[in-house]
């Protein structure tokens, strides 16, 4: 069986990076030149401040699945409550069951609760995600570049 819930950090923070690291050599470590550490200062401070929310997907008490998101009292150019995706994995045995879709949802949902305006969430080009997106009705608004210099 598989459950959806927002947990705290501090009880998720340690398979968070296990799958982080999977999601890490999968999606990003072809383009990305540099070795892959998850800041944990700043999700520590974060989450001290209750501006972290992270949703888990579990399959028999396991995490197979989350969404990291931080939270901000307002956007930079406008004002409102806007949530950031800071990460998005949902492993790959469990794909192609809705996991992605039901973990989205509740974390739409979550965040609704406590004022969240607007979310922004993106996908790596090698895990298109865009039909999870569109499917709960998410519009494709940005491109998103990177250079390594």
């Known amino acids: 069986m598989i459950t959806y819930q927002l947990e705290e950090w501090d009880v998720v923070k340690q398979d968070v990076c296990r799958l982080a690291t ?3 050599v999968e999606c990003e470590a072809a ?8 800041d944990m200062d700043t999700f520590e401070v974060l989450a001290e401040q209750g501006l972290l929310h992270c ?3 579990r399959a028999d008490g ?5 969404i990291v998101n931080a ?7 406008f004002e409102a409550k806007t949530a950031n995706h800071l990460g998005w994995y949902v492993a790959p045995e469990f794909r192609k069951k809705l996991v992605g879709v039901k973990l989205l949802a509740l974390t739409e949902e979550e965040l609704r609760k406590i004022g969240v305006q607007i979310m922004y969430g993106s996908h790596t080009i090698h895990a298109d995600a ?8 998410w519009q494709d608004v940005e491109r998103h570049y990177v250079k390594v210099l």
């Open 22 to 24: 999977q999601h890490y």
């Open 31 to 38: 383009e990305n030149k540099f070795p892959f550490s998850l």
């Open 55 to 57: 949703f888990t997907a």
């Open 62 to 66: 396991k995490i197979i699945g989350y």
């Open 71 to 77: 939270i901000s009292d307002r956007h930079l150019h």
């Open 130 to 137: 865009s039909q999870v997106f569109k499917r709960l009705g």
